[in-house]
């Protein structure tokens, strides 16, 4: 079946420090990719996603790019600020008859002043 | 606008009271979901809704039954709950590119209800 693997948390940044936030996904088929945002006491917030192989999806300044070769969709951005410490998750949507969202674990980022 | 309500934000309950959770979105999607988070794990899906008709079922206990009373609105009636229970639900919504069709379409989701159970 469908899954996501997220690297392990929880992250410690220094504000303006470089972020990135690996997933990798196993799917059949040419599903579309995702990555929501919780910040605390929260639901999910869609915070970009990437529909085919290629697709780079940006928003607030984060970035991911859909590498089919590599089977992967990590979450990068170049300087983290405080209002950024949140749970990061990823997502796989496949394209069968019931869209069901796959997600990894979550992680936690945590930004210093 | 991608808004997703739903109430109440809190809710605190007995194992013998029957509550409902309510959701609803104004983006004309036509398919609705239930989820369940527990702390610091992704969300759990547990009902899919296409076209106001129920169209997966996660096997969920018969304790959380699902209603969905038009295109717009999202029920979780709650009864005889247990405290493992206690967690943030979820409802999310999609376009829906018709039944059984699916398709691969964003889920936005609502700030969830967070129900303890004592």
């Known amino acids: 079946g469908d899954s996501v693997t997220q690297m392990e948390g929880p992250v410690t940044l220094s504000e303006e420090a470089f972020l990135t936030i690996n997933c990798t996904y196993t799917?059949?088929?040419?599903?579309?990719l995702f990555w929501y945002v919780q910040y605390p006491g929260e639901g999910l917030q869609l915070l970009l996603k990437?529909?085919?192989?290629?697709d780079k999806g940006s928003n607030k300044g984060f970035e991911a790019t859909y590498r089919k070769e590599t089977t992967s969709f990590h979450l990068e951005k170049g300087s983290v600020q405080v209002s950024d410490s949140a749970v990061y998750f990823c997502?796989?949507?496949?394209?069968?008859?019931?869209?069901?969202?796959?997600f990894g674990k979550g992680i936690t980022l945590s930004v210093r002043p | 606008d991608t808004e997703v309500t739903q109430t109440p934000k809190h809710l605190v309950m007995g194992m013998t009271n029957k509550k409902s959770l309510k959701c609803e979105q104004h983006?004309?999607?036509?398919?609705m979901y239930w989820y369940k988070q527990k702390a610091k794990k992704p969300p759990e899906l547990m009902f899919v809704?296409?076209?106001?008709?129920?169209?997966i079922n996660e096997s969920v206990p018969s304790r959380f039954s699902p209603e969905c009373p038009n295109s717009s609105l999202l029920n979780l009636h709650l009864h005889a709950l247990q405290p493992e229970d206690s967690a943030l639900y979820l409802c999310?919504?999609?376009?829906?590119?018709?039944?059984?069709?699916?398709?691969?379409?964003?889920?936005?989701f609502g700030p969830g209800t967070r129900l303890l159970v004592l």
């Open positions: 799917a059949t088929g040419y599903p579309s």
């Open positions: 990437a529909t085919k192989a290629d």
């Open positions: 809704y296409s076209y106001e008709k129920l169209s």
């Open positions: 999310a919504s999609s376009q829906d590119r018709g039944q059984g069709r699916g398709g691969s379409t964003v889920q936005y």
């Open positions: 997502a796989l949507s496949d394209t069968g008859a019931n869209s069901k969202l796959t």
């Open positions: 983006m004309g999607h036509r398919a």
